[in-house]
C-alpha cells in the first residue's frame, strides 16, 4: 500500500502509539535536512493541552536536546492547531510527522527539527492497524477475538475489572463529598439506587436524594415510618385510594412531611412500564424499608462480610403483611412472602457492595484485596446482550468479574475505537 493510501486513514493516535512503543527503525534515523537523529528518551506521554510527550532526550548531529516532541499527521497542522502563537510549544526540540509537508519555525526564526515517521515503520504494522480501525463488525476485533492468548486476555480482564472499579470510585468519591464523608449515608443512596435496577435506577437515586440521612436513621425502627417516608416522597400516597394501609400511609407521611419539612419536587416519575410485578417499585420499596429497619449500621456489617452466603443472609428481607398479598395499592396478588431472589442480591453485590468495599479499602490506604476478587468471581455471570456476544466469539471464565470487565472494555474501548489502547488491538496489531 503506498504512502499516500496509508496517510488517508492515518490517525495521530497512531503515531503516538508508534512514538512511545517505539515501535520503528532506530538504527539510521535523520531529519528531514539530513541531520543525524538518536533519541536518548522519547519522553513521558501527555494526554492533556500541550506538546505530546514531556522531557524527552534526543540528540541531533551529535548535539544533544532536551524538552518536548510534538507529533502531527501533517508538518503543516503545527500552523493548523495555532502552535505557532501557543507559548507552551515553545521549548519542542523535534517535531514527528508522517508526512512533512512545511518547515516549521520556532519565535526566533530558527528551524524545528523534523522526522518523517513513514519511511521508518514496518509496513506490516500498518497492514495490521489499518485493518483494524477499519473493520465494521461489532467490535473491531470481532473475526481475531477467538484466536487472543488466554493469558494475555485474562491479564487484560483482571486490569479492565479494576478500572471499572476505579471509575465508580468516583462517582463514590463525589456522593461522599456531597454527603459530608458519611459512608452509611453513601451506601443509603447508592443502594435505594440499585434497588430501582435499570428502569427506575435514576428515579430511586433522586428519591435517595431527596431525603436527608438523618430522617433516614430518626426512622428506620419503624417499617411503618420508612414505608411512608419512600412511598410518600416516591409520590405514591397521592390521589383518593380508600385502603385502609393506603390511608394510615398517607396520615404517617403527613406528619413525617411536617416535621421533617420534606420536600419531593425533584423526584424523577417512577414506572412500572414493562417490569413484572416482583421488579414493581411498590414491592422493591417495601423490601428496601424492611432491610433497612431490621439492619442498622448496615454499612459497617457489609464491610465485614466477605462471602456471597453471608450477604444472602443478610439481605434475606421480605415485605411488610399488606405487600404479601399486593403489587400495588389496589391490586392483589398469591400470599408470599416477596423475598429478595439471590439473583437480585448478586446484582446489588455487583453494583453496590464491591465498588463500595474498594472505595473504602481506597480511603484507607489499602489496595484491593484478594477477598474482594474472591467474592465477584463467586458471583454468576450477568445476562446481557454485551457479554452474550463476548462469549459467542470465545470461551471465557463465566462469572461476575468476566461480565463486569466485559462491559468496560466494550464500553469504554470496543465502541470509542480504542484499540491502541486496549491489550488485545495492541496484540493485533503487532502480530506478523
Known amino acids: 500500500m503506498s504512502g499516500f493510501s496509508y496517510f ?26 539530513g541531520e543525524r537523529v538518536a533519541i536518548r528518551k522519547l519522553g513521558q506521554h ?19 536536546w532536551a524538552g518536548n516532541v510534538e507529533i502531527h499527521i501533517k508538518s503543516s497542522d503545527w500552523y493548523l492547531h495555532n502552535h505557532e502563537t501557543d507559548s507552551a510549544y ?30 521508518y515503520i514496518d509496513l506490516h504494522l500498518l497492514d495490521n492497524y489499518r485493518e483494524l480501525i477499519q473493520s465494521r463488525h461489532w467490535i473491531n476485533c470481532e473475526k481475531d477475538f477467538q484466536e487472543v492468548d488466554d493469558f494475555l486476555l485474562n491479564n487484560w480482564l483482571e486490569r479492565l475489572f479494576i478500572e471499572r472499579l476505579e ?4 462517582d463514590i468519591s ?32 433522586s428519591l435517595a436524594n431527596s ?4 430522617v433516614v436513621r430518626k426512622l428506620q425502627h419503624s417499617v411503618l415510618d420508612m414505608e411512608a417516608l419512600l412511598f410518600g416522597q416516591a409520590g405514591f400516597l397521592d390521589g383518593d385510594i380508600q385502603e385502609t394501609y393506603h390511608l394510615k400511609l398517607k396520615q404517617h407521611y403527613q406528619y413525617l412531611n411536617q416535621k421533617f419539612r420534606l420536600n419531593n419536587q425533584g423526584v424523577l416519575q417512577i414506572q412500572f412500564f414493562r417490569l413484572r410485578p416482583p421488579n414493581f417499585p411498590t414491592v422493591r420499596l417495601s423490601q ?42 389496589t391490586s392483589t396478588s398469591n400470599t408470599s412472602k416477596k423475598m429478595l431472589t439471590k439473583s437480585f442480591i448478586d446484582l446489588l453485590i455487583i453494583n453496590t457492595i464491591v465498588p463500595l468495599k474498594f472505595s473504602y479499602a481506597k480511603s484507607q ?58 491489550a488485545i488491538g495492541n496484540s493485533l496489531i503487532v502480530k506478523n
Open 288 to 329: 428496601f424499608a424492611n432491610l433497612y429497619s431490621n439492619e442498622h449500621q448496615l454499612f459497617s456489617k457489609l464491610m465485614a462480610c466477605e462471602s456471597k452466603e453471608a450477604f444472602y443472609t443478610l439481605f434475606s428481607k421480605g415485605v411488610s403483611d399488606f405487600w404479601m398479598t399486593h403489587y400495588t395499592f
Open 8 to 33: 488517508r486513514t492515518m490517525q495521530e493516535d497512531f503515531l503516538h502509539y508508534i512514538w512511545k512503543h517505539k515501535m520503528f527503525s532506530t538504527s539510521s534515523l535523520k531529519t528531514t535536512k
Open 90 to 119: 515553545d521549548n519542542v526540540i523535534l517535531h514527528v510527522v508522517w508526512e512533512h509537508d512545511a518547515e516549521i519555525f520556532r519565535k526566533d526564526n530558527s528551524k524545528i527539527p523534523t522526522l518523517e515517521l513513514q519511511q
Open 365 to 422: 490506604g489499602k489496595h484491593i484485596e484478594e477477598s474482594l476478587l474472591k467474592l465477584i468471581r463467586e458471583i454468576n455471570l450477568e445476562s446481557n446482550s454485551i457479554v452474550k456476544k463476548f462469549l459467542e466469539l470465545k470461551s471465557i471464565e463465566k462469572n461476575a468479574f468476566t461480565s463486569q470487565a466485559l462491559l468496560q472494555l466494550k464500553q469504554h474501548y470496543c465502541d470509542k475505537n480504542k484499540c491502541l489502547q486496549c
Open 211 to 214: 431525603v436527608d440521612y438523618s
Open 167 to 170: 471509575r465508580k470510585s468516583d
Open 174 to 205: 463525589k456522593l461522599l463529598k456531597l454527603s459530608y464523608n458519611d459512608w452509611e449515608a453513601v451506601l443509603f443512596k447508592m443502594l435505594l439506587k440499585n434497588f430501582g435496577l435499570k428502569v427506575n435506577g435514576e428515579a430511586f437515586l
Open 46 to 64: 501527555n494526554h492533556n493541552s500541550g506538546p505530546d510527550f514531556f522531557n524527552a532526550q534526543i540528540d541531533i548531529n551529535n548535539q544533544l
